[in-house]
């Protein structure tokens, strides 16, 4: 196939390249153009050659179309694709070129190498030869560099694991499998035991490289400790040009252990320079390496250099580093020197053979990590970076609609940033806040997700078929002996019958209790409850059995004279609400049946819009807000309030569809979403209530009421981050001193709420922020706290034994126990604890667990919950439904807790709570930027206009 470059004039703001035509200067043959291909070969255009793109037999038509933006008006004279015979590969090219002069053939990419190098031999032209059959396998090149005496890597490698199980067997690991032959991070991957080694290496072989093809081969090396360079030279007939010294940086992030963050210039007169630069240069001596530019990465160990691997081409990255490059020499890079080493050997031969030391300028090129997923709604942060004083050149193809993920390896990154400026104090101040805009989701704000408002609380996320939760509990701690006590009951409760509706999570603890207590239970599900949250059973609740269990009936007293029938003789003493989607319910039936109750003289207090305007009506501090099912009822509030505003379900539990909005579009959109989508507690959203957003800490205040006296059971605060580009997550509950500062303000504001929302009976759950004028509702909750009840024990522990879920059963069925009870938790506690929620920085099927077995060896651990186990899918935590379990600690010592909560911290941050099953689907993503923007649209044309690169025009010290 040949095609001829039509010659039409482009249309662009900058002057167009020269017309591809034939001329007297002659051609270059460039051997799969991409990346930094398409550089060399806009620059070998711009000095008056013309350039032919040879794709390679099985180059994808997919990388054909991987042209940097800076060179989106490129053409070729003309593009041909290999034929079976080099011969008439080489004879179909001069009759394209004639009369023309074939000068030079070089590769264009990783993929091109050995066809370059074959037909250049062929054709007489500068070459490296086929000498060495395949330099481009990191097998060969290690076993080159050992026979020439250099430090070289302990390997292995084939296409069979017979190959290489004895180095697996005997290596100490970790150690590295990749293929022999790939681009960037691809495939690469640290193996920490034999049987991952093993998955690995199959699954290699079965994987597609980026640049096209199957895996030939897998290399296992030992793992190099220490710091990684890169040593970019040019070369002409043996004489080697250092062009530029860079040292990766490269850090764990979102779970992989490889991301790159950038890539820092080091100066050729360092001490890393004066060892890196000789070594480098003989070990492309022991290559073969005599022409063209190479990219040799290099691990200065312990005991010296060590080749990674050498690149028989330029340095990737779509070239991005160009004009940061010349600003540090004083005019050149690699690309510029490539084509001087081919075309022009008298201006190769004045280079100087490394860069100027010192440089000319500061500067790096920063790599953008995404801490975050979604698809963008605007890039507001691409403004931010062009205002920085040492912005020099910015390179993405993000932008609205696109779709972002969270960066676990080169190919995931979501742009290049090159900073440059005289003084080196001002490119590291800039560099700090870039990494300050990753870590805060500063680059993107994203259209809203419907998907994340469904997701299940733990248990029903973790499996739909009952309770499926590892729990683990210390049987170490004798101080927590006796904190579990039984209470007995003075009536003949086996003639009594206590009703909840909706049990689920710590209903059901409640219910457990009574049971334990003597009494007969009833399990009664309202309309529309889910089928799913019935499941919804801790297991501290395991094996828990109703003595009935009913559906309500089309109406309450039909539901009435429907429990009578089935409990027969049996007395009913009480109706509670099991969960947030009964509350309605049991207040309804509680009166009807003239039990305790808070009645329904409020017709609705789980509405956050009623709960609002009551206290509001009070006197009490609450927020602005305004609630409706139809967008023109808040429309005028959205407009006039100041923004950032929360929208929310006005009934929900946890952070169910709760979004934080920064625009009157996004809160919109939310609105749209909220009003088509369906809470977790069953049903419709009924309405969306839009309020301020309150700055403060938020609270949580749990009491348990009898004939309006309020107990205050336990006060605590959220421990609530940022993280994975979510505003909310929770990282956990932390008990607060009853006699605080902050407590002896919450509990009379939240008594005097539950005064004026009717609250008179039962436990209750109050979400409290104070502010910077004094505490202010959030939200209260007219049932237990959350969360399965997993804090019952630390509250025992911190109380002397007693909890929510007991004060509760005293308040319905012991009325002396629960007035001897104290009005508030004892001060100060009786032991230092906390719940922490686990969070998760990466995403992946677990394959082991390693991270709760060190937990549970924690001196203060007390209690583990999770549905996590080899097996299970885990993603990035964004909310109280994703997280990946939950630990209780508690310990006389607050420094041996302090200790231990910062263990599980550091374990979440380095991703060694669990291990995963490799992936196939990260070995065969595409690895150079340009590839990365325009992924997933077939319409590539369209993507490679729309990629953008944008440079500053305001830096006189760049020309």
Known sequence: MVSIASGKPISTATPPPPIPTRNDKGAVILVDPYSTGC?????????????????????????????????????YFAEMTQVESLDETAKLLRELLEPMKIIACITGGEAGVDVADALSENMGLLTNGTEIPNRRDKKIQQELAKAAGMRSVRQAGGTKLEDVQRFLETEEYPIVLKPTESAGSDGVKLCHTYDEAKEHFELLMKSQMVNGGFCPAVLCQEFLRGKEYVVDHVSRNGIHKTVMLWVYDKRPANGSAFVYFGCVPVDPGSPEGRILIPYVRGVLDALGVRNGPSHGEVMITSDGPCLVEMNCRAHGGDGNWRPLCRALTGGYSQVEVTVDAYLEPSEFDRLQNIPPSPFKAAGQEVILVSYSSGKVASAPGYEVLRALPSFLCFESGFQKGSEVDYTIDLITCIGSVILMHPNPEVLQRDIDFVRHMEKINGFFVYETKTENLKRPRIMDRIGGDGPTLIRHMSNDRPEMRGMMRRKMTTVDASKELVIFVDPYSTGCCVAKEIKKRGYNIMALWTNGFSEAMKKHVPLSCEGLQYNFELEEATSVEKTITMIQNAAKTFRVVAV???????????????????????????????????QQELIKSAGFRSVRQSAGSKFTEVEHFLKTELYPLVLKPIESAGSDGVKLCHNFNEAKDHFGI???????????????????????????????????????????????RPANGSQFVYF???PIDSQSYEARIL?????????????????????????????????????????DGNWRTLCQGLTGGYSQV????????????????PDKPSSPFMASGQEVILVSFSRGTVKATPGFDKMQKLQSFVYLETGVKPGSKVEHTVDLFTCIGSVILMHEDNGILEKDIKFIRDLEEKNEI????????????????????????????SQKSKHRRIMSLGRADMF
């Open 806 to 821: 007991e004060a509760t059963a005293d308040a319905y069925l012991e009325k002396k126990t629960f007035f001897d009870l």
């Open 39 to 75: 550089t060399i070969a806009q620059e070998i255009v711009r000095r008056g050659y013309v350039v032919v793109a040879l794709w390679t037999i099985g180059f994808s038509e997919e990388m054909k179309t991987h042209i940097p933006a800076s060179c989106a008006s490129l053409k």
């Open 674 to 720: 909220l009003m088509k989508s369906q809470m977790i507690n069953g049903g419709a959203c009924g309405a969306v209530l839009c309020q301020e957003f309150l700055r403060g800490k938020e609270y949580v205040v749990d009491h348990v009421s009898r004939d309006g006296i309020h107990k205050t059971v336990m006060v605590w605060v959220y421990d609530k």
């Open 747 to 787: 509990i009379p504001y939240v008594r005097g709420v539950l005064d004026a929302l009717g609250v008179r009976n039962g436990p209750s759950h109050g979400e409290v922020m104070m502010t910077a004028d004094g505490p202010c509702l959030v939200e209260m909750n007219c049932r237990t706290h959350g969360g």
């Open 914 to 941: 669990f291990e995963y099953q490799p992936k196939v689907s990260n070995l065969i993503s595409h690895v150079n930027f340009g590839d990365i923007f325009s992924r997933g649209n077939d319409d590539q044309a």
């Open 732 to 734: 956990g509950c932390v």
């Open 576 to 610: 509670l609400a099991g969960g947030e989607a009964g509350v309605d319910l049991a207040d309804v039936l509680s009166e009807k049946m003239n039990l305790r109750t808070n009645g329904t003289e409020i017709p609705n207090r789980r509405d956050k819009r009623i």
